[in-house]
Every structure is written in structure tokens, then in C-alpha cells.
């Protein structure tokens, strides 16, 4: 925790603490929108993914989408939240040309989900950091307003109107900036795990606003909260939150208050400025949604969800020391993301090594993705070839080298390991007739040194297997090389 | 101009189709167009749009099906209209309003799409207060609509427009809306049935939103067949609004056959307090002893929370208004009225876009919802209207299928007598907004006349038994016969 | 609970309603009339009612994750009061410009 700056002359410094809670809107992996047909794909022309319903022309009404309700059920409870059998939609109301119908559709007074935790890391005595999850609620995004784009008029672009998001309120229990980007590095893997959403940020499908107070240390009673917003990366989250923090630091400790207002973070100037004017303080008057009833979720489906809840993270980790052997450093990174980690084990489960697979997805497989950069999801390498490649080397088929160029070739042209190696010639010949005849070769070319190995001068060995191995172009298996060798000279 | 000291005659009640003159769906059109064109050129102002070109051409694909021998149903080449509020394809939808002047709606409502499926052919859209904010179709941006049976006084509101349609031989069916009482006291003050289903009883898609855990399409007919007929057309679940049920519709028409012995009529005396007109009251005991004549049981009957049922309503009908009409800000469609940056272009779109009863209730409901009074207007407000809710279920638990009332406190009042006093204009709503808040299902029916001008009699049964309702209302029509209409 | 001035302008506010100055004196005294009796209502004993919005307790029905998407019979151009490269446009933002916007 930072030092606060001195107060009036003569007093002691007074040590500060923030207190600081999330809001984060994510994207739901749904193919349409919350509340009608129209699709969520990102990259259509301006408006396309628009229909009455989500333009909110007059006389149309929301009907809402099961796959939705699903996924919100999902992430509730991978957060440990209580799902609660009767939710209510609401009515958010406030004017904004992004916002067709002049109201959002949100859950207010009684949301999906509630009461929930989330482990965020470990303190320096192993015990685990743990984060209230206030509540998970379904709502939907509103459109996109475009202010550059044309002179002095502002385009909207309606197509994101209507995506289905979650909301998930932490409780005021975060401390420290990075403990708020731990909270959401952990929370993104958590959803991407188990697939509620692709948490792609450059489409804005994670957004974050941060309420912020700042207390004298040791005070029980929160101070004056600001809420931060236009956070649109987790450095973002962190620099505006040390920003806005230092900001009500010197404000209390040269005695003035601190406001409740909404702030913007400005990324360039790296500060936080208040985002309006004061006289048209917010009122959303919230009501219930008159044209959703109630949803009503049935025990039996809630249990059946949690039931069917996919593999999360922790339990991941677990799983992969026991089952391959695996060190901590080893297993963080192929658990780091779900594509990674699913990718990873079917590697693992096709070849006998667990270790050299970690190796290899660690190893050349990171670095092909790094250098080209592709996603694991387009990598051309299937890993069940990954799983040959390594069985190959293990039969003593390819060489490690030889591997490694088949492994970039693969990666071109998505062909299997055998085929690759095969066409470049670089499968290991141990056929007994051909390894004899290089062998027979190299004795009538260099009749002084196979003397002398046979007179006892075990270090020639290496200079006749080098040549037979030249004769072979490099795809004699230099072991059975190795072993004619000696038989030879025993004989 | 109709000679405003002789009410004229309501068309009289028969079966829809019964269009003497016209030999097919197109003749019919056309003639309908002609009695339009009449109706506007003595004032009535009762359809703001109609396209004699469109409608021709619908009847004509109407009549060539029916040529074919292909079998549309009771309403194939039968004429409609539809207030101005409901969503079509190629007529303007403008709710009677300035801000969406010009606008054409590019989808149609579901219950455009059952009515033409049916082969009814759309020949207009009707005047209506604006969003269907009123109770006399005199808050309208294109002027008020006038009642066809005395053009000096109102024709009823908000769906004035459709009313007066069916009411001056236009139309035998039209579409109009409810909120709280939309379409059963215009329905009363121009003499035809009106109906409003169950909440939940037709898709809603499609209807401009006033106050959604209100809003309900009803119908009118000149007659009670006329209304089942169209009823059962409309009538039933639509996946494009969430609120509409999923319960088999019944073959409303076979109510026609159905006796009224051994059912019981609940007379709540909350609707006839002592300052009722006695001339209403005593056409309503008319209506209730020929019932009894016919064998049903009449009791009287107590609805105990029936004063609240306004101050209720004008708490949660402004309240969502105030969010469903915050969508006209002349961003996407609409009419826009320019100014210096977006927040002065939403105000001046906005101010002059409403006129005054809408802007009236933007801010009574914004009130409302407002912080600091959610709690002692819009949450008591919702509570009232469970207790209201709770009277019709223990009337009806306790043996009553339906209730019997006047449908308004007063028949057609003159044009301009209620504009400068809102809170008197409410009143007028006393007797039919209670159903809107329970959500049950309500028609009028005409049960005679006061100095020459219709009285409704209301009938309200319980959840999804428009079948009751309209068995009742059969056998009323039948056995008043022309005393409805005297 | 008597509506002030000071209301009406606040809500107005909020409503985005621009009020003729000349207006207001009688919108103060309309909001007031019909409030007053709207208090009928606090006399009501609602001790442990829950209140109701809409009607039907058939639950929420859902539609499955798939189209179609439905459909306009007109282009967007043909309602939009202003239209360019398929983007609708309003008067620029006053937080990009005058401060009475604002931010939600
Ligand atoms: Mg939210
Ligand atoms: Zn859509």
C-alpha cells in the first residue's frame, strides 16, 4: 500500500486504504442477441445485425433467448453464487442515442444469481484470497455511438444493441490495484473455461467499471465512492484505480471531500476526469420489465446445470499433477487457457510421455504460435498428429532435429508427421540390409581406422558411424549404426 | 354536416358479410372506401388513413382465393379498420401523433397478419387520442374525431376512431386498443360491442406500447357475432410477445348456441352508487331482469376496492408510459426537430412532437418512478391493484361466472366538455378500468338509449372465459333486440 | 407530497421535455390535482400484498439461440431521419462538444 502524502503540517501521516469494487459486463457466447433473432457476429456492416425489435421501433417486444439464460446460469455457478428460482427483469431509464428504446433491459431487485465468491490468488501463507461475488445478473449491451466519424454529428452503429451480457457485482473487497486485476484475470479464465464467453476485449466483450473509495487505514466506515469508467483493458482497470485513488488521497488529505461522480479514465493522459456536469444527477428509474414475466427456473434444472459444469481452472490444475506428473511452472502455463490446456492433454493422452508432450506444447508449439501469431484455435497442427510426431521420435524413427523440421512443416501445410517426414526424407532407416551395406562401405573406404577400432581405440567408433551416417544422408538410425559396428568387429 | 339534434340509427346487429349491396370482396372495398370518403366529408374525422388502391388490390387477391374455392373463413373479403396504433405495412401508423407523422411501419402486427390471413381486407386506420392517451379521441395531433350518432359530442376514446367507424356503417369490425377502457367506453358512446380480452388473450406484437401490463387489442363489431367472429381469428399464443398465453382459443361463435339458465350474474354495487345517472341504472335492471327471465341467477355482489381502481391506474398506466414513449427521440424514426446538439434536439423533438395529455402524463409518470416516491406511488400503486386483483377472484370463486355493470358513468359527452379538467376526463374510465388491472376480460354491449344517446352494458368474467362472456352477451343482444337501440 | 416547480422542471429533465415557461404554472397545479387524489391510495391497507405488474402466471416463455432474424419491409433509409454509410445520425454528442450531455 502506497503512502499517503502528509496532511497538515505537524500531524501524523495518515496511511490510506482503498476499497475498491467491480462491475463487469461480459459477453455472452450466444449466436443472437438477448432479446431477438438477430446475430451477435462482430464485423458486420454498420447496422446489419438490426431488426424492429432491437431498433426498438414502435410495437415491438423482447422475447428472450434460452442459450442466454443458460450461460448466465453457468457462470453463476462457476461463482459460487446461489441461483435464485424466480428472477425479474427490470427497466433501466435514461436517454442516449445508443440506447433505442431509452430504457435498458437489466435485472435489478431480484437478479439471476447472488451471494457467490471468487479465489483470486494466494496470500503469503498459502491461504487463498478470496472475493464476494455480490451478484450475476442478464442484461443487454447497448448499441455503439461513433463521435469522429463526421462533422459535428455522432453515427450510431446499432449492431451490438441487444447482445446478451452478465453482469457480475464484486463486493467492495478488493485492496490493491493488482489484487483488481487479479480478479479479473481470474475471472476471465473462469468464463472462457467453461465457455460462457470468447472475453475477447479488442471486440469489447469484457468491460469494466470500478467503484472507488479511499478510508483512513483501519476505518470500518466507507468513504465517499466514485465509480470509474471506459476501462477497457485490465491495465487500464489497474493504472485508473492507482489514478483515482491517489487523486482522492491528496483530496482527503488536504481536507477536502471527495464527491460521488462518475469519472472517465483517459488512457493518453493516464488520469481519471469527472465524466459530466453535476445538474442532471442520475435517476434510472427502475420498474419492473412489464413485458417479461418473471423467470421461473425449476430446482431440478438448476442442479442439472451446476451437474453438467465443465472442468474449471483449479480443478484443472489439480487433475494435471496428478495424472501427468506435471510441476507447478508446467502446469500454469498449459492451463492458461482453455484451448491451450484441452489441446495439451489430447497430446498427453495420444503419446506415452505426458512430460516431453508438456515439453513440446510448451516448447516449439508456443513458439510457432508466437512467431506467426496464431491462435491455438487455427493452429494447422492437429494434436493428435502433435501425439505421432512425438511417438515417432520416441521409436527412434525421426531424430529430435528431424522433428523439429517436420513440426514447421506441419504447421504449413496441416499434413501428418509421417507424410512430412517421408517426402523430406527424414525417417530414420534401420532397415538391417541397408544399415549392413553403409557399414560395409565405410570398412573397404577406410580400411586404417576400422583396424584400429578393432585393435581396441573405442573413440574411432564415432568417426566410422559419422561417415556411414554421411553415406546415409543422415536418415541411417545411428544407434543400429552403433550396434552393426561393434558386432562386426566382435565377429 | 349530419344534423346534429337527430341521432342517427346505429347499423343494426347481424351477421358479418351481411353487405347487401356489394356482390364481392372488391365491390365491397370500394364501397366501403365511398362511405368513408362520405363520413370525412361530413366531419366525422373518424380514419386518418386509408389508400383505395391498396385495398382494392387486397380485395381482389381475396376474391380470386375465394374463386378458387379456397375456404378463408367467416371474415374472407370482409373490410376492417385498425387504430392508428397498430402496426401496418401500407398504411401509416402515427398513433395520432405529431412525432411519428409519416412514419410507415416496416413490420405489421400479429393481428394485421391473422386478420388478412383470415381474407379480412385492411381499408384503414382510424383517429384515436394520441398513443391512445384519452377518453374521447379529442387528443388528437389530426383533430377530434366526432360521434357519427351526434356529431356535437365525442364518440368515446381513445379507440374513438374505430367506434365511430362501426358505428356509421363503415365497418362491421374494427381494431382498437385498450389501457383502461379504450375500447369498452367508446364502444358505449357509439352504440356497437366492444371487446377486451384476457390479458395474454392477443398478441400485443405490433401494438405501440402505452402501458404494457395494460395494453390489450380489442374489437369492435356491430354486433356481438361480428366481435367473436374476429376474436377468434386473432386470438391466441404468439412467440413474438412473451406475455401472450398459451391456452387453446375456444370457437367463440358457439356461444351463440349456448342457453344463459343456471348461470349466475354478479351485480357489484360498487358500480351503481347513488350518483349514477338513474336512467343508465335502470337500463342496466332492465338488461339484468330480461337475464333473469331467461333463467340466470342475478346477485348482488361487493368489488370493495373499486375507488381505488382510478388512482391506481393513472399511478401505473403514466408511470410506464413515461418509459415506452421515451423511445420517440427522433434518432431512428419519427419526425426530428433540429437544434444545436443532440440533447437540445431531443428536447425539441420531443416537446413538440407530444401534445398536452401525453406530455401531461410523461411527467406525472416520470413523477412517479422518480427516487424518493417509487415507494409511496408506483409500489402502492401495484399493490392496490393486487387487492383490486383479489375482489374479482373472490367474487368469482364464490360462485359468480359474470359480473354485470353500467360501462360508463355517462353517455357521449359534448366535444370540449371535458378537455380543461384531466382528473373529470378520468372519471369517465371508473367502471372499465378495473378490468385492465386484473386482467380479466370485458365487453359493452348496447342496452338502450338516454335522450337518444347509446348506454353500454358491461359484462367482465374471469380469466380466459370470453366464452362465458360472450354467451351472455348472445342471448342479451338477442332478447333486447331493437331496444338496445332506443 | 405537493409537486413544486422546481419538480416539474426536474422531471422535465429527465423526460427530455423542453416546457414553454408559460406552461409551467398550470402543469404544477394539473400534477397537483391529480396527485391529490391519488393519495386515496396510501389510505389503503397493503400490509403484506405484493404488488403485481402484468397479468398470467404462466411463467416466461424462451425462444431457442437461433434466427430467424426477422425481417424489414423498408430499408432503414426509408424511416431513419438521417442516414449515412448505413450509420443512423443524430446531432453530435454536447460531451464532445457543449456539456449538457452526458455520459450514462
Ligand atoms: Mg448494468
Ligand atoms: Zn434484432
Known amino acids: 500500500m502506497s503512502a499517503a502524502p502528509r496532511a497538515a503540517a505537524g500531524a501524523e501521516p495518515v496511511q490510506y486504504e482503498m476499497v475498491v469494487g467491480l462491475e463487469v459486463h461480459v459477453q455472452l457466447k450466444t449466436r443472437t442477441k438477448l432479446f431477438c433473432g438477430c446475430p451477435t457476429k462482430f464485423g458486420a456492416l454498420p447496422n446489419a445485425n438490426t431488426c424492429p425489435v432491437c431498433l426498438g421501433l414502435p410495437g415491438t417486444l423482447p422475447v428472450l433467448n434460452y442459450a442466454a439464460v443458460q450461460l448466465g446460469v453457468r457462470a453463476a455457478h462457476a461463482l459460487c453464487c446461489a441461483v435464485n428460482d424466480l428472477s425479474t427483469f427490470a427497466r433501466k431509464n435514461y436517454f442516449y442515442p445508443d440506447l433505442p428504446k431509452g430504457y435498458q433491459i437489466t435485472q435489478y431487485e431480484r437478479p439471476l444469481a447472488e451471494c457467490g465468491w471468487l479465489v483470486i490468488g494466494k496470500n503469503p501463507d498459502d491461504t487463498p484470497i478470496t472475493i464476494g461475488v455480490t451478484r450475476v445478473h442478464l442484461e443487454e449491451d447497448a448499441g455503439k455511438s461513433l463521435h469522429d466519424r463526421y462533422r459535428g454529428a455522432t453515427a450510431l452503429d446499432l449492431n451490438r444493441a441487444g447482445v446478451p451480457l452478465i453482469e457480475v457485482v464484486s463486493e467492495p473487497e478488493l485492496r490493491t490495484a493488482k489484487d483488481a486485476g487479479a480478479f479479473l484475470r481470474v475471472l476471465k479464465q473462469l468464463l472462457e473455461y467453461i465457455g460462457v464467453s470468447d472475453v475477447n476485449m479488442e471486440e469489447g466483450s469484457l468491460r469494466v467499471d470500478a467503484n472507488i473509495s479511499t478510508r483512513a487505514a483501519g476505518d470500518t466506515v466507507l468513504g465517499t465512492k466514485t465509480e470509474v469508467k471506459n476501462l477497457n483493458s485490465f491495465s487500464a482497470v489497474e493504472r485508473a484505480i492507482e489514478a483515482e485513488f491517489a487523486r482522492q488521497q491528496a483530496a482527503l488529505a488536504t481536507g477536502t471531500t471527495v464527491e460521488q461522480q462518475t469519472m472517465l479514465w483517459d488512457a493518453a493522459a493516464g488520469e481519471v476526469r469527472p465524466a459530466r456536469s453535476k445538474e442532471d444527477s442520475h435517476d434510472y428509474r427502475y420498474f419492473p420489465e412489464p413485458d417479461l414475466p418473471p423467470l421461473v427456473l425449476s430446482q431440478d434444472w438448476v442442479r442439472k446445470a451446476k451437474e453438467e459444469l465443465p472442468e474449471l481452472p483449479s480443478a484443472k490444475r489439480t487433475r494435471f499433477a496428478k495424472d501427468y506428473s506435471l510441476g507447478d511452472a508446467d502446469i500454469e502455463v498449459l492451463t492458461a487457457n482453455i484451448a491451450l490446456a484441452d489441446y495439451y492433454e489430447t497430446v498427453a493422452r495420444g503419446h506415452e510421455d505426458p512430460k516431453s508432450a508438456a515439453n513440446w506444447v510448451m516448447g516449439e508449439l508456443l513458439a510457432t504460435l508466437r512467431a506467426t501469431e496464431t491462435p491455438i484455435t487455427a493452429f494447422r497442427v492437429r494434436p493428435i498428429d502433435l501425439a505421432r510426431l512425438l511417438d515417432l521420435v520416441r521409436a527412434g524413427r525421426l531424430s529430435h532435429s528431424a522433428a523439429k523440421r517436420v513440426f514447421a512443416n506441419m504447421a504449413e501445410t496441416g499434413d501428418r508427421p509421417e507424410e512430412v517426414a517421408e517426402r523430406q526424407g527424414l525417417l530414420q532407416v534401420s532397415d538391417d540390409g541397408a544399415i549392413a551395406a553403409w557399414v560395409a562401405e565405410v570398412i573397404a573406404e577406410s580400411p586404417k581406422e576400422w583396424e584400429r577400432y578393432r585393435a581396441g581405440e573405442q573413440k574411432l567408433l564415432g568417426v566410422l558411424v559419422g561417415q556411414a551416417m554421411k553415406k546415409s544422408k543422415g536418415r541411417a538410425d545411428p544407434k543400429k549404426l552403433n550396434q552393426s559396428f561393434s558386432a562386426r568387429a566382435a565377429g | ?486 | 407530497m405537493a409537486v413544486t416547480r422546481d419538480d416539474v422542471l426536474r422531471v422535465a429533465t429527465l423526460a427530455r421535455l423542453a416546457l414553454d415557461e408559460a406552461r409551467i404554472p398550470a402543469l404544477v397545479a394539473e400534477l397537483n390535482g391529480i396527485l391529490a387524489h391519488m393519495e386515496e391510495l396510501s389510505a389503503a391497507d397493503t400490509t403484506g400484498v405484493c404488488g403485481i405488474s402484468g397479468v398470467g402466471d404462466a411463467g416466461l416463455p424462451l425462444r431457442e439461440d437461433s434466427g430467424p432474424q426477422l425481417s424489414l419491409a423498408t430499408s432503414r433509409e426509408s424511416f431513419a431521419p438521417a442516414m449515412r454509410d448505413s450509420f443512423f445520425l443524430v446531432p453530435r454528442l454536447a460531451t464532445h462538444g457543449d456539456s449538457a450531455d452526458e455520459v450514462p
Not at chain 2, 36 to 48: I, K, M, S
Open chain 2, 1 to 486: 354536416m349530419t344534423d346534429a339534434a337527430t341521432p342517427k340509427a346505429a347499423v343494426p346487429a347481424g351477421r358479418v358479410g351481411a353487405y347487401p349491396d356489394a356482390p364481392d370482396a372488391v365491390a365491397r372495398a370500394f364501397d366501403v372506401m365511398r362511405t368513408t370518403r362520405a363520413a370525412e366529408a361530413d366531419g366525422l374525422n373518424l380514419v386518418l388513413w386509408y389508400d383505395r388502391e391498396h385495398a382494392a388490390k387486397a380485395a381482389r387477391d381475396v376474391q380470386a382465393a375465394l374463386d378458387e374455392g379456397q375456404d378463408l373463413g367467416p371474415l374472407a373479403g370482409v373490410p376492417f379498420v385498425a387504430k392508428d396504433n397498430i402496426a401496418t405495412l401500407n398504411l401509416p401508423t402515427t398513433c395520432a401523433s405529431r412525432i411519428l407523422a409519416g412514419y410507415v411501419s416496416p413490420f405489421e402486427a400479429t393481428v394485421i397478419t391473422r386478420m388478412e390471413r383470415g381474407g379480412a381486407v385492411l381499408v384503414g386506420k382510424t383517429n384515436c387520442d394520441e398513443f391512445a392517451m384519452g377518453s374521447s379521441t379529442e387528443h388528437s395531433a389530426y383533430g377530434p374525431a366526432r360521434n357519427p350518432l351526434d356529431p356535437t359530442r365525442v364518440p368515446g376514446g381513445s379507440s374513438g376512431g374505430s367506434a365511430g367507424a362501426v358505428a356509421a356503417g363503415i365497418v362491421r369490425v374494427a381494431l382498437g386498443s385498450e389501457t383502461g377502457g379504450s375500447v369498452r367506453q367508446p364502444a358505449s358512446f357509439c352504440g356497437v360491442v366492444g371487446v377486451k380480452p384476457t390479458y395474454g388473450r392477443v398478441s400485443r406484437y405490433g401494438l405501440v406500447a402505452f402501458a404494457s401490463s395494460l395494453d390489450q387489442i380489442g374489437i369492435f363489431g356491430a354486433g356481438v357475432d361480428d366481435a367473436a367472429t374476429a376474436l377468434e381469428l386473432v386470438a391466441g399464443r404468439d412467440p413474438l410477445d412473451s406475455t401472450s398465453a398459451d391456452i387453446p382459443v375456444p370457437r367463440y361463435r358457439e356461444a351463440a348456441q349456448r342457453s344463459v339458465a343456471g348461470l349466475v350474474i354478479g351485480r357489484p354495487k360498487e358500480y351503481f352508487p347513488p350518483s349514477l345517472d338513474p336512467r343508465i341504472a335502470a337500463l342496466c335492471d332492465r338488461a339484468l331482469t330480461r337475464m333473469r327471465e331467461l333463467g340466470a341467477d342475478v346477485r348482488d355482489v361487493s368489488l370493495p376496492h373499486t375507488d381505488l381502481a382510478v388512482p391506481a391506474y393513472y399511478i401505473i398506466a403514466p408511470a410506464e408510459a413515461s418509459s415506452n414513449l421515451a423511445r420517440f427521440d427522433g434518432a431512428r424514426y419519427g419526425r426530428r426537430v433540429p437544434a444545436a446538439g443532440l440533447r437540445a434536439t431531443y428536447e425539441a423533438t420531443r416537446s413538440d412532437g407530444f401534445g398536452s395529455e401525453v406530455t401531461r402524463r410523461i411527467l406525472l409518470g416520470t413523477y412517479v418512478l422518480s427516487a424518493g416516491y417509487y415507494d409511496a406511488y408506483y409500489k402502492k400503486a401495484q399493490e392496490v391493484r393486487t387487492l383490486i386483483a383479489e375482489d374479482f377472484q373472490m367474487v368469482f370463486a364464490s360462485g359468480v361466472d359474470v359480473l354485470f355493470t353500467p360501462t360508463a358513468p355517462t353517455t357521449a359527452f359534448p366535444i370540449g366538455a371535458k378537455v380543461g379538467d384531466p382528473y373529470a376526463m378520468y372519471l369517465s374510465d371508473i367502471f372499465t378500468v378495473t378490468a385492465n388491472l386484473a386482467g380479466i376480460p370485458g365487453m359493452s354491449l348496447p342496452i338502450g338509449r338516454v335522450d337518444g344517446l347509446p348506454v353500454g352494458g358491461q359484462l367482465l368474467a374471469p380469466h380466459f372465459d370470453e366464452l362465458t362472456m360472450f354467451t351472455l352477451a348472445y342471448n342479451l343482444e338477442r332478447v333486447l333486440g331493437q331496444d338496445a337501440h332506443r
